[in-house]
């Protein structure tokens, strides 16, 4: 069994989804759970299988700048041993265990585990990870940094295991150090008061003797087979065993890792390219060489112009360093929405609202007319023949959505066509939108308030996220969608006091006469969107305000507006005018050839929203068959009840006519 282990990028590459497409559809790994293996930080096993299967995805890797190594991984022969003291001297350092000394000569070669074993780290991590998502989103998150890590460390239960390896990285001994369980003394001047200071000092002092260092600090954090730290009960002794021997195994293929060493890239093919482009133009210049016995000779001397060009080429020295993004921006501003243009909202509670409402009006004793009114109409059943055909108009609605998601076929992100499609995905946020009660990173929220009146909660104020887009992301791209004015099923739902956020904590001192309810989707959920696809309205300035726009830079500029000044007379006449004008004209045609030129990435430039007349639905499934159930359903009952309704109210029309 071999390992395919890659070193993660903390920010997601621009092509990344190209890769994870080709991961899937080539070599049949999982897409989402490749895309967490690739992305973050630290180690990461990607996969495991035959040597032979696994170096056929290598090439895909190293095309695409992902460290990693195949390595074929030991079984551990023993565990580092105990340290009880330490002797320092001038060419060694001799740790005294339990059971023999450990003998570090001056030069060694040293993997240094620094290990937190209470799962304070993890837990940090995973803390920062969520904060930085939240706030950042998926691409951006930043983890936790080294600094922060080194002081977790030592602020929890730390561990340093040292391992002495000979020249192949093979493990030949190894020590484990726990702070307070060995003699200070050794350390001379070094030495503290403190035990986590004291295993510090060690840790710099084996940096010192070393001649190869390797020091790992992400035991816990790292996604590696039988690597794993149980966080459940850390200070039992079953706990603490398994850990330590976890810690063992990590130690182990961290020394297998450095033996099989990383895949490297092509860059000795590169040279070896350049050296041969270097020799032809060498032998073009002058043929008279190639004619001769002298290629050989060149030959040398092409690759060492080749390795001066690599080592100073200006472009590989000046390149930036990655850094991460700004982040997702903030959301625009949040609208409270009425519901009464929806015909979920009459259809929902329009029966029961004039139901009381005629009702109310039937009690009233100031106005007879009224009351008059009302009996009228349920005597004569014009009431009930309202509603059936109330709900006729509902069901037959249902029904003609049911018939459009069943007609219309599922689009890829990649290739869709304007007007109406549907496509299924995973909601990703494209601004940092939290739900305001439940504080849950998502791309949509709706939020109702009541107040209890007369032992009936009645509806206070509504609020939803609908004015704020997102992104839906399959497995060929992404695109946006707009879900103004449409329905949205959101499958989690939380209720509450006001006050209260994050778990809802129930015990909060609250108003007992007022409820929160939260429906929320949250981001990476599987949605369905049948909507209308459509190009994205520009916000950029046209091509005459980009003209005008830079004909004023060039005469705030009067060192630009020089080089038009043909006759040097230091005026710029109508003519010179003219001519300034038109270089500024032919400017920005070009930049906007050039732009246009740039492919631009589907969400940028096409959107899936309402269009007036047209359904739009938000789902929160990916199976389209319990949708249109749903909605079968739904039309079903609704005409059931017309068909009930209509009958009650002929026979009460006959019956106030007879």
Known sequence: MTYLIVEQQQQPPDNLPELLKQLSGKYGLDIYQSRQRLVGRGLSLLHKGERKALEEISPLLTANNFVHYLVDP??????????????????????????????????????????????????????????????????????????????????????????????????????????????????????????????????????????????????????????????????????????????????????????????????????????????????TQNPALAAGSQVEEILPIAEQIAKEIERDDPVKEKKPPVTAEEGLPAPPPIRPTCNWSKPSFWF??????????????????????????????????????????????????????????????????????????????????????????????CVFYRLTKFRRENNQWQVTSSSTSDSVPFLLEDDTGKVEIDPAGCRVSAGTKYEGRPGTTGMFDMHHPADSDEKWVEEVVIEGTLLYVLGFASVKRSNEPTMAQKKVEALRELKRNPQAIEQFDADGDGRISEQEWDSARQAVADKVLREELQ???????????????????????????????????????????????????????????????T
């Open 348 to 441: 929902g509670s329009a029966g029961a609202a004039i139901a009381i409402a005629i009702v109310a009006l039937f009690e009233l004793d100031s106005s007879d007319s009224f009351g008059d009114l009302a009996a009228k109409a349920f005597q004569s059943g014009f009431i009930f023949l309202l509603l059936s055909a109330l709900l006729v108009w509902s069901g037959f609605s249902f029904i003609r959505l049911k018939r459009q998601i069943e007609n219309t076929p599922t689009s890829k992100a990649r290739s869709i066509a304007m007007g109406m499609v549907e496509v299924k995905g995973r909601a990703i946020r494209q601004y940092a939108l939290i739900s305001p009660m439940s504080q849950i990173p």
């Open 74 to 283: 030991r079984k551990p022969e023993f565990v580092p041993l105990r340290l009880r003291s330490l002797s320092i001297e001038n060419e060694k350092i001799v740790f005294t265990t339990q059971k023999r000394e450990v003998v570090i000569p001056k030069g060694a070669n040293l993997l240094v585990l620094f290990a937190e074993m209470s799962g304070a780290l993890a837990e940090k991590s995973v803390s920062q990870l969520l904060s930085s998502h939240a706030y950042r989103g998926r691409d951006n998150v930043r983890h936790i940094a080294e600094h922060k890590v080194f002081r977790t460390i030592l602020q929890g239960k730390p561990i340093l295991d040292i391992y002495l390896l000979d020249a192949d990285n093979t493990v030949i001994d190894a020590v484990r150090i726990f702070p307070g369980k060995f003699d200070p003394k050794g350390l001379g001047e070094r030495a503290t008061v403190s035990a986590t200071q004291n295993l510090d000092r060690i840790l710099k002092l084996v940096e010192e003797y070393a001649g190869e260092f390797t020091l790992a600090t992400d035991f816990g954090l790292v996604n590696l087979p039988g690597c794993n730290l149980r966080r459940e009960t850390p200070d039992e002794p079953d706990t603490q065993r398994q850990n330590q021997l976890s810690l063992a195994r990590y130690g182990w293929l961290r020394a297998d890792i450095l033996r099989a060493g990383p895949v490297l890239t092509s860059a000795p093919e590169k040279e070896s390219e350049l050296r041969d482009s270097i020799a032809a133009a060498m032998l």
């Open 595 to 657: 732009k246009k030129k740039q492919r631009k990435k589907q969400e940028e430039h096409i959107v899936i929203g309402k269009k007036k007349g047209r359904p739009m639905v938000i789902a929160e499934t990916h199976s389209e068959e319990r949708l249109t159930g749903r909605y079968a359903i739904y039309a079903s009952l609704m005409l059931a009840a017309a068909v009930g309704l209509a009958a009650w109210g002929i026979n009460n029309l006959l019956n106030f006519f």
